[in-house]
């Protein structure tokens, strides 16, 4: 079964397939972000907001989200515990 996790304005990503979460105001994340935009693999779920989440998929595609990092982060703990509950 995928997992889905609400990465913010009703976009999903799959959970699985989540590397890390992080913010995005560090010099190498930004780095990541302009190669990403280079190699056409950034995905910007942003609606025209302001970047607080850079999330690294492990298909190399970056998603750049409005919603905080720790709301992701809270919002895949609380799946996690709702899928160990049903089984």
């Given at each position: 079964?995928?997992?889905?996790?609400?990465?913010?304005?009703?976009?999903?990503?799959?959970a699985?397939?989540?590397?890390?979460?992080?913010?995005?105001?560090?010099?190498?994340?930004?780095?990541?972000?302009?190669?990403?935009?280079?190699?056409?693999?950034?995905?910007?779920?942003?609606?025209?907001?302001?970047?607080r989440?850079?999330?690294?998929?492990?298909?190399?595609?970056?998603?750049?989200?409005?919603?905080?990092?720790?709301?992701?982060?809270?919002?895949?703990?609380?799946?996690?515990?709702?899928n160990?509950?049903?089984?």
């Amino acid at each position: 079964m995928v997992k889905l996790i609400n990465i913010g304005f009703g976009n999903i990503a799959s959970a699985d397939r989540i590397i890390s979460i992080v913010s995005p105001e560090s010099q190498p994340i930004k780095r990541l972000i302009k190669i990403a935009r280079d190699e056409n693999k950034l995905i910007d779920a942003t609606y025209g907001r302001r970047t607080r989440a850079v999330i690294v998929m492990d298909s190399d595609h970056i998603i750049l989200s409005s919603v905080q990092p720790e709301t992701v982060s809270q919002r895949l703990i609380q799946q996690d515990e709702i899928n160990d509950d049903g089984n």
